[in-house]
Structures are given as structure tokens and as C-alpha cells.
T-cell receptor, first 113, second 114 residues
């Protein structure tokens, strides 16, 4: 079946450090991939997405590239800010079954000034 | 657009009580779903619906009931609350028939069962 695996957190970085959060997936079909962000006390918000191989999603300085050969969708940001402190979820939606979204367990990011 | 709205934001129940968590969306999305979020567990799908009158079970449906009489509303009913149902509940909606469509989430309902 489909699944998403994320690196475990928490991840603690200093402001302006480089961020990578690893995400790999297993899918029976050809999925679309998503990164969501959840700020404290709030619901999930879409951060970026990619719908086919080699697509790069980007938003607010975050980027992720859809790598079909390695079944990965790692999230990166060149210089994190304190305001990026949140929980990040990787997710997929499979073309073979539109009715299910699969989420990773989430990675908490703490950015220190 | 208000997006996805949920009420109440917070609720405390005693074991055995019943209640309904409300969810509404104004984006004309056919697909709606309910998740629960527990510490260290990520999101787990409770029930989902692909349109009015059509619902199906997710990963953790026991103890919960849903119905979908309109496109806009998708309430979640707790039949007899148990402490194990203490969690944060999120409702989400999406266009259904394309994998590239993301889900839009509500702000959540934080439920405590004593």
C-alpha cells in the first residue's frame, strides 16, 4: 500500500542555517506530492506541491523536487527564520485512488535566534 | 471565502456523553474528510466522503459516525465518548477527481474526554 516516511524530529537549527527534512514515499500508482506546515494551535496549510517527476515546488523560500527514481520529496530552505518554527508534514495523493491522502508523521522544526 | 470552518474550537466531555463536531466548507468541494491528530502519531483518517450521500471509513472509524446530506457540511458524531478519543480533530476538503488537488484544512477542534 501507499505510505510516507519522514525523518523524525525535532530538528533544532539556528537562524539562517540550512534546512533539509527528508521524505520518502511508497505508492502503487503515480502520486502527487505535498508539503504542509502546521503552526502552533493551527490547522495544516499547504506549503508547496509537485504533481509529476522532476517538478520542483517552491513557496516562501522552501523548495522540494519530485524524484521518482529515489521516491523522495525532500524539503529544503537555504536560510531558516525563527518564524519557520512549526511542524512539517509530507503527504501524497495517488492517481490510482484519489480518495486517500497519506501523511507522514510530521517533523517538528525549532529555529533559535 | 471562509474556507473550511469547524466548531467548536474546544470541548470537554465526560465519558459516555455524545456530541457532534461541525465542519463546513464554502468551496463546493465534493471530497471531505475527518482526521484525528495525536502526539507522535501524525494524522489518522477517521471517515471521508466523496459527495452528498456517500461516506466511507478511514483508518480509525470505530466510535465515530458521519453523514453527508449536503455538499457543504460533514459533521462527525461521537456516539459514546471515551478517554481514548481525547485528541485534536481536523476536517479537510478537496476537489476529488484529480491527484494534484490538495486538501484544505479547518482550524481544528481540541477535544478532551474525562
Amino acid at each position: 500500500g501507499d505510505s510516507v516516511t519522514q525523518m523524525e524530529g525535532p530538528v533544532t537549527l539556528s537562524e539562517e542555517a540550512f534546512l533539509t527534512i527528508n521524505c520518502t514515499y511508497t505508492a502503487t500508482g503515480y502520486p502527487s506530492l505535498f508539503w504542509y506546515v502546521q503552526y502552533p494551535g493551527e490547522g495544516l496549510q499547504l506549503l508547496l506541491k509537485a504533481t509529476k517527476a522532476d517538478d520542483k515546488g517552491s513557496n516562501k523560500g522552501f523548495e522540494a523536487t519530485y524524484r521518482k527514481e529515489t521516491t523522495s520529496f525532500h524539503l529544503e530552505k537555504g536560510s531558516v527564520q525563527v518564524s519557520d518554527s512549526a511542524v512539517y508534514f509530507c503527504a501524497l495523493r495517488d492517481r490510482s485512488n484519489f480518495n486517500k491522502f497519506y501523511f507522514g508523521s510530521g517533523t517538528k522544526l525549532n529555529v533559535k535566534p | 471565502n471562509a474556507g473550511v470552518t469547524q466548531t467548536p474550537k474546544f470541548q470537554v466531555l465526560k465519558t459516555g456523553q455524545s456530541m457532534t463536531l461541525q465542519c463546513a466548507q464554502d468551496m463546493n468541494h465534493e471530497y471531505m474528510s475527518w482526521y484525528r491528530q495525536d502526539p507522535g502519531m501524525g494524522l489518522r483518517l477517521i471517515h471521508y466522503s466523496v459527495g452528498a450521500g456517500i461516506t466511507d471509513q478511514g483508518e480509525v472509524p470505530n466510535g465515530y459516525n458521519v453523514s453527508r446530506s449536503t455538499t457543504e457540511d460533514f459533521p462527525l458524531r461521537l456516539l459514546s465518548a471515551a478517554p481514548s478519543q481525547t485528541s485534536v480533530y481536523f476536517c479537510a476538503s478537496s476537489y476529488p477527481r484529480a491527484a494534484y488537488n490538495e486538501q484544505f484544512f479547518g482550524p481544528g477542534t481540541r477535544l478532551t474526554v474525562l
